[in-house]
């Protein structure tokens, strides 16, 4: 059975009472970083759901075996187990720094990539219009120490969830791939604006010339990069882990990070113990292990998100992989973190408990999930809290931190 976290204190509540234990020197002391899977991640290879017989009739090709099997998960407890290229992580588990929240997801519906992503970053689901991101606006927040890399963006353009009024330092790896202007989701949307309303001959070329560009891209195969919106693939960018916490370590008045890493659109030959999805699974295992040591004490200090835009669907199609889904898993990881334990509500995987019978339902709302941790580590007030993700009322009071 899964640990709901759910406490009957309302939010407001919970936030005055850990604010009182934290200082403004405390909030500038602490780290957010998020880690941003794009493409969607298959959260049932990574986090298997091993003791449920279905998993396996659903998944013939591309399920992870059991525990103890050749290539089998990694047990975490009676019911999950990692997969086995997450080895790396595993000792976070067992010392209770490492959690993960099934079911977890955006309430939109959509099966874009590129709306999905928008909209948790923009912390807007469904909502088109926002301007900021909400690590940008949690920035806004947070006391400003004077630094110019209060925020350090791993990339070539700023994403979405940085996009607002504080300045963020980009650091570029250099085995990044080269990208034109257009294909900036920031670019992209900002002429889409410009166009979008034309009803001439200039717009109608525009739309015409957008669509022939996707239309081409698909044509070459090339859907997997549209999906990762430009981010490095995960294959091509082991060395992720080190170089973040490196900056992060040497340079201490940054106060959030954000890395992208793409590669996790498996529509085919997904695989299982190996493959495609297992080589992405390795970087990530071993970048967030060395992230989380090359942290060293701060480690103590900081909080690491895993998000992917959305899941996948819980049975495999012809191709031998999965397709564009619905709930998926937020992992946890840090030195704050409730570990050693599998949040939310997980009704199994039965057809009648998935999402339009097909897909992990969500329960969990991000928002949900982000608002009250981010708040608490970062010692932010109610009214501080509700600007991150304005209009957002939660549910459930998800409690993933030690204290």
Request: charged residues 20%.
């Amino acid at each position: 059975m899964l640990n709901s976290g759910i406490l009957d204190l309302p939010f407001s509540s919970s936030i005055s009472a850990f604010a009182l234990d934290r200082s403004r020197s405390t909030q500038s002391a602490n780290k957010l970083v998020v880690v941003f899977l794009r493409g969607a991640l298959d959260g049932l290879s990574a986090v298997v759901p091993y003791s449920d017989p279905q998993y396996y009739s659903l998944r013939p090709k591309i399920a992870i075996p059991k525990p103890g099997q050749e290539g089998g998960v990694l047990k975490l407890d009676g019911d999950f187990g990692l997969h086995p290229n997450l080895a790396p992580l595993l000792s976070f588990w067992q010392n209770k720094n490492l959690a993960f929240v099934a079911n977890s997801g955006s309430p939109d519906p959509t099966r874009s990539h590129f709306d999905a992503q928008d909209y948790m970053e923009s912390g807007l689901p469904g909502v088109k219009a926002g301007s900021t991101g909400w690590l940008n606006r949690l920035l806004k927040e947070l006391p400003d120490n004077g630094s110019p890399v209060r925020a350090l963006n791993v990339g070539t353009t700023t994403p979405r969830i940085l996009q607002g009024p504080i300045a963020c330092a980009t650091y570029a790896p250099s085995n990044r791939k080269k990208v034109s202007a257009i294909e900036s989701p920031y670019i992209a949307r900002a002429f889409e604006k410009m166009y979008e309303d034309r009803k001439d001959d200039l717009g109608q070329a525009f739309r015409e010339g957008m669509e022939a560009r996707a239309t081409i891209n698909e044509k070459l195969s090339d859907t997997m990069t549209a999906a990762d919106q430009g981010a490095v693939q995960a294959n091509k960018f082991s060395g992720f882990g080190k170089q973040v916490g490196k900056l992060i370590r040497e340079e201490p008045k940054i106060q959030v990070a954000f890395v992208d890493l793409g590669g996790f659109d498996t529509h085919v030959n997904q695989g299982a113990a190996q493959g495609p999805l297992a080589n992405n699974l390795n970087v990530v295992g071993r970048g967030l292990a060395e992230l989380a040591n090359s942290l060293g004490s701060s480690f103590e200090r900081t909080l690491i998100v895993v998000m992917s835009e959305f899941g996948r669907t819980v049975k495999e199609n012809g191709n031998g992989g999965t397709d564009h889904g619905h709930g998926n898993f937020i992992w946890l990881l840090g030195g704050p973190v409730e570990g050693g334990k599998i949040f939310g509500k997980w009704n199994g995987i039965a057809q009648k408990n998935l999402y339009e019978g097909r897909d992990l339902p969500v329960y969990s709302d991000f928002r949900g999930v982000l608002k009250t941790t981010v708040a608490e580590h970062m010692g932010l007030s109610q009214k501080q809290a509700e600007t991150i993700f304005p209009g957002f009322k939660a549910q459930e009071n998800l409690r993933l931190l030690k204290g």
